[in-house]
């Protein structure tokens, strides 16, 4: 009788738990998550539904209306550490993906960014219970609309990259992106400084040179000298000669004519 009444009690609740949210299987942690409701189950981005919708409009950007305001900003070619914890261990692999403009599943398959193994279990590759993180590059031109998106795939296979999130079961996360403007900048500054130092050296020349070559001519100096009288012309050519030592030799023998001629007047 208990069995019985639990049997139908079940069989009326069913309704109701198949209308419940799918609960999270993923949660990203970083960058900051678009939703954090822990619907995983709405394509493309995991909120925004009532779980019973599951990987229904993929190829809509059917997230985008209730993007929200929340987003995180990095400069264009940043490497980026997603980080997410697997709440529900799942065997297949883990894609993250972007989107330049909103939120486009066709858009998401066209640039993944990474592809990997999501083994049997629920540990990640921290080593740090169900942690995971890896970490990818953003394309390098600007955007204000971007976003990522993180995927858990259920498929058991390991080993082959996702083709299409179509037709598989899927859990999703996306965060929303601004990749700034890398333009230039301008800025003014000023600073001090002091030094000191000490310096050696050595050196060396040669040189060559021509001696100089002269020619010099001089004029006979001529010169008159007294007492007496008489004219008297200094050697041709003596250079550095004055009329001195001509007047000497001209005035000592008139000198003597002079004394010669008293002398005679006297004896007379």
Known sequence: MMRTILRHALLAALPWLSALPALAHIEMDAPTPRYNDGQNKWCPCGGGGDGTRNNAGCAIESSDPDRGSTSTTFAPGSTVTVRWRETVGHTGRFRVSFDPDGADQADFDANILLDIADPSGGSGNTGNGNNWAVDVTLPTAPCTT?????????????????????????????????????????????????????????????????????????????????PGEGEGEGDAGCRGCTAAPSALFVGVPALLLLRRRRGAGVGR
Not at 176 to 190: A, P, R, S, T, Y
Not at 209 to 218: F, L, Q, S, V
């Open 146 to 226: 971007c976003t990522l998106q993180l995927v858990q795939v259920m498929n058991g296979n390991t080993v082959d990259e996702v083709p299409s999130l179509f037709g598989t079961s899927t859990y999703f996360q996306c965060a929303n992106l601004v990749i700034g403007d890398g333009g230039e900048g301008e800025g003014e500054g000023e600073g001090e400084g002091e030094g000191e130092g000490e310096g050696e050296g050595e050196g060396e020349g040669e040189g060559e040179g021509d001696p100089a070559e002269g020619e010099g001519e001089g004029e006979p100096a001529e010169g008159e000298g007294e």
